[in-house]
């Protein structure tokens, strides 16, 4: 009974926490997956499409090291909602 009272006491902290962190840290998860295209011409190559991470533009999308923070991301994505209700 004492610790249902303490976890009442402490829902509006929580409820602040989320209202203020939820948004901008899942928005920062899925960003992960947004890159942005640009068709580049190297001398004597013909057009191609690159694309690169709009959060992070040293990494080229399809990539090692873009999947390897897409795993990351997916692993936030699975801890983010259980994380949040503790």
Request: charged share 15%; net charge negative.
């Given at each position: 009974?004492?610790?249902?009272?303490?976890?009442?006491?402490?829902?509006?902290?929580?409820?602040?926490?989320?209202?203020?962190?939820?948004?901008?840290?899942?928005?920062?998860?899925?960003?992960?997956?947004?890159?942005?295209?640009?068709?580049?011409?190297?001398?004597?190559?013909?057009?191609?499409?690159?694309?690169?991470?709009r959060?992070?533009?040293?990494?080229?999308?399809?990539?090692?090291?873009?999947e390897?923070?897409?795993?990351?991301?997916?692993?936030?994505?699975?801890?983010?909602?259980?994380?949040?209700?503790?």
């Amino acid at each position: 009974a004492e610790a249902a009272l303490g976890l009442l006491d402490l829902t509006p902290a929580g409820l602040v926490f989320a209202f203020f962190f939820v948004p901008s840290i899942t928005a920062s998860i899925f960003n992960s997956w947004s890159c942005q295209a640009y068709t580049i011409s190297p001398p004597g190559e013909e057009l191609r499409q690159v694309s690169y991470m709009r959060q992070d533009a040293s990494v080229e999308c399809d990539t090692e090291m873009h999947e390897s923070i897409t795993d990351i991301a997916v692993g936030f994505i699975v801890l983010w909602p259980a994380g949040s209700l503790v």
